[in-house]
Nanobody, 129 residues
Framework: QVQLLESGGGLVQAGGSLRLSCAAS????????IPWFRQVPGKDREFVAS????????YYTDSVKGRFTISRDNAKNTVSLQMSSLKPEDTAIYYC??????????????????????WGQGTQVTVSS
């Protein structure tokens, strides 16, 4: 079982930047695609970005392309999400996840929350206008 811990959230003004981190408890993390999702009250968890185990393949939802960058450091068992040019509509709780089998590859068909088995507790991002 993979345990995930998100950090780096906070309050920022529109146009500002934040860097989120996802730390994992075990080495198997390095063999898995890791996604970031976000959720606001009353809505389903929404895909943001994902990165393959090697870091060579990434996939972003259209609304964050050009503003967010996902990266990973397998030696440290961490995945980061650099968020720039933040907008009020980016306000949400951000979660990183992992799948049990490690068979998911980044892409539009693998961007649904129910495809992932493990989640962290989330980190709140609030963007003020």
């Amino acid at each position: 079982q993979v345990q995930l811990l998100e950090s780096g959230g906070g309050l920022v003004q529109a146009g500002g930047s934040l860097r989120l981190s996802c730390a994992a408890s075990e080495g198997a993390f390095s063999s898995k695609t890791i996604p970031w999702f976000r959720q606001v009250p009353g809505k389903d968890r929404e895909f943001v970005a994902s990165i393959s185990w090697s870091g060579k393949t990434t996939y972003y939802t259209d609304s964050v392309k050009g503003r967010f960058t996902i990266s990973r450091d397998n030696a440290k068992n961490t995945v980061s999400l650099q968020m720039s040019s933040l907008k009020p509509e980016d306000t949400a709780i951000y979660y990183c996840g992992a799948d049990k089998l490690g068979t998911i590859h980044p892409g539009p068909s693998r961007s649904y929350w129910y495809q992932y088995d493990f989640w962290g507790q989330g980190t709140q991002v609030t963007v003020s206008s």
